[in-house]
């Protein structure tokens, strides 16, 4: 117990190193830019003290959980016992490996949509548009957007094939995308790929592909576990404006059979 608390101490001196510059800038604005008092002096001194905690709870936690089942996930997909392979096997099949791509899928969809700052930006989205934009809806469309992006990324690591191939042709598919989608949803579509990498996904889909690329044979860890979280990014601005394509379509269609 005392080992643990000292550990959480010092845990907690480097969470507050790396935050005090954020709250100095901040506060020096507020103070010196705008001139201006903070409004509720006491209530922000309260939540840059649980901001302070939370995150040294939550980065504890994925050094004792999350970090250590990711890994443990992926080593045990991979068993050769589990895909019926023999021991000796120098190379991967991709065919083997299909628990390995639904867990990922369902991973990747689950933790997005469990992400808070998911949540926080379809709601506003919900508010600003007038409910026009649908807060769940979003979120199920980033959601399946991560699910397919860890699935092609976990097949990524067991086929080796190149990380830029997905990358370039997944770009392209977003620039003619954006060609054609609504103008309104261009904006959110990008910054829903950016909100995708953050507290929840990022470190179970990290511990994935490290573990993936760990028990796969002829995988290098630092070469092909890596990666994961550009696929994170990337697919969710493909199925948002998709997402938001089909909405019009839809719309079209029933203004067109009305009149």
Known sequence: MIEWLQQFLDALLATGRDVLPIAAIIIGFQLLVIRKPLVHPTKTLLGFINVLIGITFFLDGLKMALFPLGELMASQLTAPEFLNIPDTAITADWRNYGWVYLFGACIGFATTLAEPSLLAVAIKAEEISGKAISAWGLRIAVSFGVAFGISLGTFRIVSGTELYYYIVVGYIIVVIQTLFAPKMIIGLA??????????????????LGLGLASTVPGRNPLLDGFGLVA?????????????????????????????
């Open 190 to 207: 990008y910054d829903s790929g950016g909100v995708t990498t953050s507290t929840v996904t990022v470190p179970l889909v990290t511990a």
């Open 231 to 259: 696929f994170a990014s990337l697919f969710p601005i493909i199925t948002v404006l998709g997402y938001a394509q089909l909405a019009e379509w839809r719309s079209k269609r029933r203004q067109s059979n009305h009149s």
